[in-house]
């Protein structure tokens, strides 16, 4: 009886020496089926790739789920939900008459973390400003269009940023996530002031003098206007 031996095909673009991962990068760059960010740079590819294997993700889903912002690496979309699911849950909550988002990370073995956010963090943070008298929200000092017309939902992914952060960076391994493009407030420009022209001491001293001079003139003697009592 033969013996029959069960072979399992399939078709995968892990690599295994950096010469065949350069090889598949160059491909993928040519392809029009990445995203446009990275056609036409396999180095970019590379590096996505290298990412999304730290991560947990296989090349194609990393290069979905990765992108470059402000010239950094950020991870976003249903890949980053993926992600914490493996590893908890993270229970959300709006609250409507408040304005503020609070949501709870429940994770094994680990305390539960919680983290709020809503529309007085975001203009105090300066992502939005606050009209009351129309009670509607406009630019703030970031000039972020996003913030001013998706606040509500800005501000979601503002709160599930800080508390994957706290209860998951294991999982995240440091990558940027969906959110944090604008932690940081660009810097303040400096401000421009005239130059103040200041006149010399030496003639404020001279004036000072001949005033001092004028009124010592004008003095009566003073052993004459002093009484002395015995």
């Known amino acids: 009886m033969n013996n029959l031996v069960s072979q399992k095909s399939g078709f995968s673009l892990i690599a295994?020496?950096?010469?065949?991962?350069?090889?598949?990068?160059?491909?993928?760059?040519?392809?029009?089926?990445?995203?446009?960010?990275?056609q036409g740079h396999p180095e970019d590819i590379l590096i996505a790739c290298s990412w999304g294997e730290s991560l947990g993700l296989k090349p194609l889903p990393a290069l979905n789920a990765i992108a470059v912002v402000n010239g950094r690496p950020q991870l976003f979309g249903d890949a980053l939900k993926a992600l914490i699911m493996k590893?908890?849950?993270?229970?959300?909550?709006?609250?409507?008459?408040?304005?503020?988002?609070?949501?709870?990370?429940?994770?094994?073995?680990?305390?539960?973390?919680?983290?709020?956010?809503?529309?007085?963090?975001?203009?105090?943070?300066?992502?939005?400003?606050?009209?009351?008298?129309?009670?509607?929200?406009?630019?703030?000092?970031?000039?972020?269009?996003?913030?001013?017309?998706?606040?509500?939902?800005?501000c979601q992914l503002k709160c599930r940023n800080f508390v994957i952060r706290d209860a998951f960076p294991d999982v995240i391994q440091g990558i940027?996530?969906?959110?944090?493009?604008?932690?940081?407030?660009?810097?303040?420009?400096?401000?421009?002031?005239?130059a103040v022209t200041e006149v010399p001491a030496i003639e404020v001293q001279k004036a000072t003098e001949a005033e001092l001079m004028e009124q010592m003139s004008n003095v009566t003697d003073v052993s004459e206007t002093i009484e002395v009592t015995v």
């Open 16 to 38: 295994s020496n950096f010469e065949e991962a350069m090889k598949i990068a160059k491909m993928l760059a040519d392809s029009k089926l990445v995203p446009t960010q990275y």
């Open 87 to 154: 590893h908890g849950t993270i229970e959300e909550h709006w609250d409507n008459e408040n304005g503020i988002w609070t949501m709870i990370a429940h994770r094994k073995g680990y305390p539960d973390v919680t983290w709020s956010y809503g529309y007085n963090d975001a203009i105090a943070a300066g992502h939005v400003s606050y009209n009351p008298q129309s009670n509607t929200f406009g630019l703030g000092a970031r000039k972020s269009d996003a913030w001013a017309k998706y606040t509500k939902r800005m």
């Open 176 to 194: 940027d996530i969906e959110g944090s493009d604008d932690d940081v407030m660009e810097p303040t420009p400096e401000v421009q002031t005239e």
